[in-house]
Each structure stands twice: as C-alpha cells, then as structure tokens.
C-alpha cells in the first residue's frame, strides 16, 4: 500500500455516530452517484499528475502529508461545514479552536496569549504586522534577506515601510547590519525568522531580545515553518537556546500544515499581550446572537474561516500532543536526525559539500568543481537525473558573494545547489535508499558529461 487507507473505515463508523446525534428526520439526496463516480475517477486519473509529496524520497519542498487522524477528522467535520468566525456557525469546532490555541501558546512558554487559527502563514504574518502597524504606525518593518518574502508584500498591502538586514553566511540575520538600522530610530517592527524556508536557519534572537531593551521595538517571530523544533532534545545548544527565548517575543506565527500534521490551509497567529484585542474591535448586526462568550471573528482579520482545520488540528493534538518527549516530537526529532545523517554524509563525499550544517531539517549542497558556473550546470543536471531515479530534490541560488575560502573559482553571481527538505520522519529510514539513489545520479550525469 502505498496511499493510506484505513483511516476510510474508521471514517464511515465516525460519520454513522456523528448521524446519530442528531436525531432529525432524513434528507432526501438527489446527488447521481453514477455520475459522481465518473468524476471523481476522472478526478484521481488529473492527481497522478502530481509529484508523490506524500512519499519519502519526495524530499524537494516542504510538503509534509496530513496524519490519517487530522485528514479523517477534517473530513468528518467537513459534513457539518462548520464556519469559525462566530460560535453561531462552529458551537463545536470554535471550542476546540480555542484549545489547540492554548496548546500552541503553552508549547511557545507564553503564561498569557491573544490568538487563533488562520488560512495560513501569509494570513498569520499579514495578521501580527497589522498589529505591529498599529502600535507603530509608520515606523518600520525589518526583516532579513532570507526571511519569507511574504513580509515585505505584505508590508506594500499595509502601507508599511520596509527594509532588508543583511545576512551572515549562514542565512541568519547580521546584527551588526541590524543596529546600524536600529539606530536610525524609526524602526518599530524586527521580523525574526524561527527555521527559514531555504536553508531551515534560526535567527538570533537571543541578540535581538537585548538589542530590543536598547531600541524599543516590537520583535514578530515568524516560526511558520519552525516553530515546532522547539521541542526537539537533538538541536544544537545555540539553537534550543533560540527557542527557549521566544516567549519573550511580542508575536508569534506557525504553521500546522507545515510541521504539525495538517492539511492546508491551517496557520496561527499568537500574541503575547492579549490587549491587542482592542485593534480588532468592530461591530456586526447580525454575526452574533447566541452566546456572550468572545467569538473567535472578534479578534480576527478574516472573517469565514474553516471550522475543519480546528477539528483536524484538535482530534491530532488528542492523539499526538505537541509536548517534549511525546511521539510527536520524537517523530520530528528524527527528521532533524535525516538532516544531521545526510549532512555526514556530504561532509565524506568525493562528489559534494555541504553550504552548513543543518540547524532544523533542511539541507542545501554543492556539486564539487573547478568554478561556480559549471558547478551550477551540474546541479540542473542532477535535478532533473535525480527526478528520473524517483529521488525528488529542489534547487537553491545562494549568492557567492557569501562564499568563504573557497577553493574553487567564482564566476557566477548565484552557485545553484541542491536542497533536501526532510520533512518526513520516514526520511531517516530511508536515508541510505536516499543516499543511494543520489550518487546513482550523480554518476550518470558524470558519464554523460
């Protein structure tokens, strides 16, 4: 088997007790399943055309497949099409919204918080730079070069300034490039990036934390994609350290459809003050009528938001809590493991090198060569050699001004690599047929050259 499919049966037993708790008389259907047959047949024949995300040598983006019990639960939520935007239209999945909430907040250390789920992590960010706009109206936003480009268009939406901060070698924020920033006086906002979306680097905010005390701004933690290593016993001590300070920050994004199961769309967004409240205030005539409790709308940019994704997030947490030592975190600490194996790995190679050691579980690697150029060329090579060996791998341009000791010849702007997101826990299993399938191409590509 290859797709999982058990959790159907137990679906079917789900939506039969789900039925019954309502206890109304029967709805007539004039769906023509004979034809619905067709189309979804027809439908699974246009999805083949897809990469196999959900396998382990998928290892090219950060596509995480959903657990059986978040994709089971949303789906069952899904013959209800729960609304949570007010509790009118989620009286069951806006409670549970809220607790898995509390569970992320708890997770990131924060003794009191203001949040809730969103579309996504552009919904999120867009969320806590409004915020950020709010309490400094005008001033800037900052974010590293490498941070997610959804800060600065979504700066241009809010009509927010917004300035870059170099990056080290590492693709980890320059602080010396940040004060020098800092002291102009007018930036309001530091976007930290907890885990980037190319190279998987944590920023230090454990500096920016002391450097706030100096400046007075606001530090948003974008840990979209990362937040959850905080969890993790196998990280280095600098980075666990990283972690361990994010609940002194003033905002927090993550991604559940990243690292936390989910189907998308499902992102949060959390605040360390929960008097922000007062940005989102507004009044709606015929939203709320049924309950005095705060609806989940109030505090809210996006208005109809899928009720599913709380059900789905909240039914993962009941079987896999996000907590140190959990199955969960296990499971996350051996993809970090495959990130740490394959870089050994590299690091022993006559054909590769490493550009870092990993900090999460992305790996980004060079082709060895006399000069960047060609170097590059055999990387698109390999990309696409290793996608005819069912070995799916991403590209990644890094700037060779960033390049130190080389001991090749630099004559491109961009050295193209290769990079491993290993996202899955099944990777590091898999981490020798992985291995394996890479040098095969690497050796075909070397024959045909």
Not at 152 to 176: G, H, N, W, Y
Not at 258 to 264: A, H, I, R, S
Request: hydrophobic share 35%; charged share 25%; glycine share 6%.
């Amino acid at each position: 088997m290859v797709l999982e499919k058990e959790s159907v049966k137990l679906l079917r037993q789900a939506l039969d007790k789900l039925e019954a708790g309502f206890n109304l008389p029967e709805i007539h259907s004039d769906v023509d399943y004979s034809k619905m047959e067709k189309v979804l047949l027809e439908v699974a024949e246009k999805m083949q055309n897809n990469y196999p995300y959900f396998h382990p040598l998928f290892a090219g983006q950060m596509l995480k497949p959903p657990h059986p019990v978040a994709r089971a639960a949303y789906m069952l939520a899904m013959w209800i099409n729960p609304n949570n935007h007010a509790m009118d239209g989620s009286k069951a999945s806006s409670p549970m919204e809220k607790e898995v909430v509390k569970d992320l907040a708890k997770m990131f250390g924060l003794k009191e918080h203001l949040g809730h789920l969103t579309g996504g992590g552009t919904m999120a960010n867009l969320e806590g730079l409004w915020v950020a706009g709010q309490v400094h109206p005008d001033r800037l936003i900052v974010a590293s070069d490498h941070s997610h480009y959804t800060h600065e268009r979504v700066s241009a939406v809010l009509k927010l300034p917004f300035k870059k901060i170099k990056t080290d070698q590492f693709s980890r924020m320059d602080l010396v490039d940040l004060e020098e920033k800092l002291r102009q006086g007018n930036v309001g906002t530091v976007v930290c990036t907890m885990g980037t979306t190319g190279m998987g680097s944590v920023d230090p905010l454990v500096e920016i934390l002391k450097l706030q005390q100096k400046y007075n701004f606001r530090i948003h933690a974008d840990a979209a994609y990362g937040g959850y290593f905080g969890l993790l016993d196998n990280l280095e001590d600098e980075t666990s350290e990283k972690y361990r300070s994010i609940s002194q920050v003033d905002s927090i994004v993550i991604d559940p459809h990243k690292q936390g199961l989910q189907p998308y769309g499902c992102g949060c967004i959390l605040f360390k003050d929960p008097s922000v409240a007062q940005y989102y205030l507004h009044d709606s005539p015929y939203t709320y009528f049924t309950s005095d409790d705060l609806h989940l709308g109030e505090i809210s940019l996006e208005c109809s938001r899928a009720g599913a994704s709380a059900v789905g997030l909240w039914a993962t947490h009941q079987l896999l809590p996000p907590i140190k030592g959990g199955k969960f975190s296990k499971d996350l600490s051996k993809s970090r493991n495959a990130a740490l194996r394959l870089h050994d790995k590299l690091e022993s190679s006559d054909n590769f090198f490493p550009l870092m050691k990993p900090e999460t579980d992305i790996v980004v690697y060079a082709i060895k060569g006399q000069d960047t150029l060609s170097m590059s060329e055999k990387a698109n090579q390999l990309f696409h050699k290793a996608e005819e060996n069912h070995l799916y791998l991403s590209l990644y341009k890094y700037p060779t001004a960033m390049l130190e000791n080389t001991e090749f010849e630099i004559n491109s702007e961009y050295l193209t690599c290769l990079r491993s997101c290993l996202l899955k826990p099944e990777h590091d299993e898999w981490m020798e047929e992985i291995w394996k399938r890479l040098n095969e191409s690497f050796a075909l590509i070397e024959a045909s050259n």
